[in-house]
């Protein structure tokens, strides 16, 4: 069974703050994916990135960074110098690397971002 | 491209009675998956179809869901009769198969079901 814990309930920063949100993850497959998704006001979950677990190089796009780190089951989420508009809920999943879809996923509970001007 | 798109946004029920979701995956999406996320839990997976066919239908909750993916196209979730536990955010999600290998999943907007 898989597992995703997503700590942070709600988080709330001032715009150009920087914020890291926290995922720690458990699965018994040697080989999976993870995901982070966002869901803004209009409901629909948007797709952030997929991460292979053998590839543990970070990633960075834009003012998105992404932290994995297999030892620690983790695989966090930074925004750097956030604005308005990254104003979301935030989630984190992990899929298994089993079959040919992506689409099966585990998810966390959701991290609630809000961004103050 | 029309993306994922789901009907209708909100749904409020009474209990027993019977409602059904409708869900028009992304055109030529081969992979159909269904998601409920009840208030403030996680979301949890129900079931995907593959095409018509139901690949995996581990997380449906119980006999009064059913899931029909007619032609493989657009799919449907009827729940009947409703219980007051039903209530959530139902997500629909396609994906496309390139190289055996299936494309992230897309999601819809989610349809709110309020069982009263």
């Known amino acids: 069974a898989q597992k995703v814990t997503q700590a942070q309930t709600e988080i709330s920063v001032v715009e150009k703050e920087d914020v890291t949100l926290d995922c720690v993850y458990e699965?018994?497959?040697?080989?999976?994916?993870l995901f982070w998704y966002k869901q803004p006001p209009s409901g629909e979950l948007v797709f952030l990135i997929r991460?292979?677990?053998?590839?543990?190089q970070n990633e960075i796009s834009g003012r998105y960074s992404w932290n994995f780190q297999k030892s620690t089951s983790s695989f966090n989420f930074t925004i750097t110098a956030s604005q308005v508009v990254d104003s979301a809920v935030y989630f984190c999943?992990?899929?298994?690397?089993?079959?040919?879809?992506?689409?099966?996923?585990?998810f966390g509970q959701g991290t609630i971002l809000t961004v103050h001007p | 491209e029309a993306g994922v798109t789901q009907f209708p946004s909100h749904s409020v029920i009474e209990k027993g009675q019977t409602v059904t979701l409708r869900c028009d995956p992304i055109?030529?999406?081969?992979?159909l998956y269904w998601y409920r996320r009840v208030m403030g839990k996680e979301i949890k997976f129900l079931l995907h179809?593959?095409?018509?066919?139901?690949?995996?239908e581990s997380g449906m909750p119980n006999n009064r869901f059913l899931a029909e993916r007619t032609g493989g196209t657009y799919s449907t979730l009827k729940v009947q009769p409703a219980e007051l536990e039903d209530s959530g955010v139902y997500f629909c999600?396609?994906?496309?198969?390139?190289?055996?290998?299936?494309?992230?999943?897309?999601f819809g907007q989610g349809t709110r079901l309020t069982v009263v």
């Open positions: 055109s030529g999406h081969d992979n």
């Open positions: 999600a396609s994906s496309q198969v390139e190289g055996g290998k299936s494309t992230e999943a897309f």
């Open positions: 999943a992990v899929g298994d690397a089993g079959g040919t879809s992506y689409g099966k996923l585990t």
């Open positions: 179809f593959v095409k018509e066919s139901k690949q995996d």
């Open positions: 991460r292979n677990s053998f590839d543990e």
């Open positions: 699965t018994r497959d040697t080989t999976y994916y």
